[in-house]
């Protein structure tokens, strides 16, 4: 496994492959890998001659200082994680200025209203920092495939818009949520949980469960409720937002229409550590 560590290696590596005709696949992470990153590599493996990662805590995506501070690093890892997978062939690692050569700013996107809902409307310039690092990232790795967890739904749907908007000749792939054993969605901030943390953030997902069976049999008003009691009665864990959601235009629904896909959304806080769910209603 080739190992970037500036984008002048990256465009000779990417040149390189794309003069042999090599299809590319590319899953763009923020470090600190888990098993549901590796699923990404592992879904691009099958559809790509050449499957290339990247691993860069991206700051304009960041809304609170000491979130991006405290977002767990450890390179060194994640380079042995890739590496013995067996799944990637380059590892592309950036520093702020491959990515941000004019200096660190976010540019301004409009995703037809995408980025207002849900983590659009609790993180503030969150969406156009992921698109400016998404953006960039596309324009140098040049992927004909990339790949992306459905943990972060909305971030999906985002890039997708990005793609769409900026008529760009890549095809986004989403893969299901991974989880642990006791259903918590993976995510690198796991880490920063306690035992005891990890082990009751079962919560969430539980908590997911039971609003797709209450979707058959009850309305929304009493759905969010009986959300709202369950983590009022639950002292390790505040609740940011919890909001059934039209699967295509992501804005939030008080009615439930036949012939529309609904998913349920959720943002916990444990501790000072944020932790977001998701679930299609059946």
């Known amino acids: 496994m080739k190992i970037l560590r500036n984008s002048t290696a990256l465009r000779a590596y990417i040149e390189r492959n794309r003069e042999m005709g090599k299809k590319i696949g590319f899953a763009p992470t923020m470090g600190a890998l888990h098993d549901g990153h590796l699923s990404l590599y592992e879904l691009a493996r099958k559809d790509n001659d050449i499957v290339v990662s990247s691993i860069f805590v991206n700051p304009t995506q960041f809304d609170n200082a000491s979130d991006l501070e405290k977002y767990p690093r450890n390179i060194e890892a994640d380079i042995a994680l890739l590496k ?3 799944y990637v062939d380059a590892v592309y690692i950036p520093s702020i200025s491959d990515l941000y050569p004019e200096g660190l700013t976010r540019k301004s996107y409009d995703f037809d209203g995408l980025e207002n809902e849900m983590e659009g409307a609790f993180r503030k310039g969150h969406f156009d920092g992921v698109g400016t690092v998404v953006e960039e990232l596309f324009s140098q790795v040049r992927p004909h495939n990339a790949y992306f967890g459905e943990k972060d739904y909305q971030q999906v749907a985002i890039i997708r818009k990005l793609v769409e908007k ?20 993976m995510s690198s901030r796991n880490e920063r949980l306690t035992p ?11 908590t997911l469960n039971k609003a797709n069976e209450w979707f058959r049999v009850l309305s929304i008003k009493e759905i969010h409720e009986r959300v709202k009691s369950i983590f009022e009665n639950h002292k390790d864990f505040k609740l940011e937002y919890f ?3 039209d699967e295509q235009t992501l804005k939030e629904t008080d009615f439930f229409y036949k012939d529309r896909s609904y998913r349920a959304f959720i943002a916990v806080y444990a501790g000072q550590i944020r932790l977001i769910d998701n679930k299609s209603l059946d």
């Open 84 to 86: 013995n997978s067996g």
């Open 196 to 206: 005891h943390q990890k082990k009751e953030a079962k919560i969430i997902y539980e």
């Open 166 to 185: 900026k008529k760009l000749p890549i095809t986004i792939h989403s893969a299901p949520i991974h989880r642990e054993k006791n259903g918590l969605a």
């Open 243 to 245: 909001i059934i959601a």
